[in-house]
């Protein structure tokens, strides 16, 4: 078979996004996403440390629109990576791997995830974050 013979793949663009390839996509994008917010979390430790004074300069901007939404992204990456890192532990365990399991504990992790990030603002918010 010649080289010009062989048959081409389909574009990427005639695939449907399937929900396992969508959610390990985002799993690698939560991953990244922490490890950025990361050095965000040691300045607020050392703002913290540092005093009243560096500490309120942070806490400005992070009350800011920008502040929140950086904020809340994080927050989300963080429950949506442990729950997919445990999903992906059962499998590791040889469990789950059934279609029908694969799909449901999928959308328990975004569901779960959307709710942990959701109580954590609300508790955050309720004593005056």
Do not use: K
Not at 107 to 124: F, M, R
Request: hydrophobic share 50%; charged share 10%; glycine share 10%.
């Amino acid at each position: 078979m010649t080289r010009d013979d062989r048959p081409l793949s389909p574009d990427i663009q005639i695939y449907r996004p399937q929900l396992t390839s969508v959610l390990s996509i985002t799993h690698r994008l939560t991953g990244i996403t922490l490890s950025i917010g990361a050095p965000l979390l040691v300045w607020w430790l050392i703002t913290a440390a540092a005093g009243p004074a560096a500490y309120s300069a942070l806490h400005g901007f992070l009350a800011s629109w920008l502040g929140l939404v950086l904020l809340l992204g994080w927050t989300f990456s963080f429950f949506f990576h442990i729950c997919n890192g445990i999903r992906h532990l059962f499998w590791d365990a040889g469990y789950g791997f059934e279609l029908q399991t694969i799909y449901t504990s999928g959308w328990i992790v975004v569901a779960i995830s959307i709710g942990l990030t959701a109580t954590a603002w609300i508790i955050s918010l309720g004593l005056g974050g």
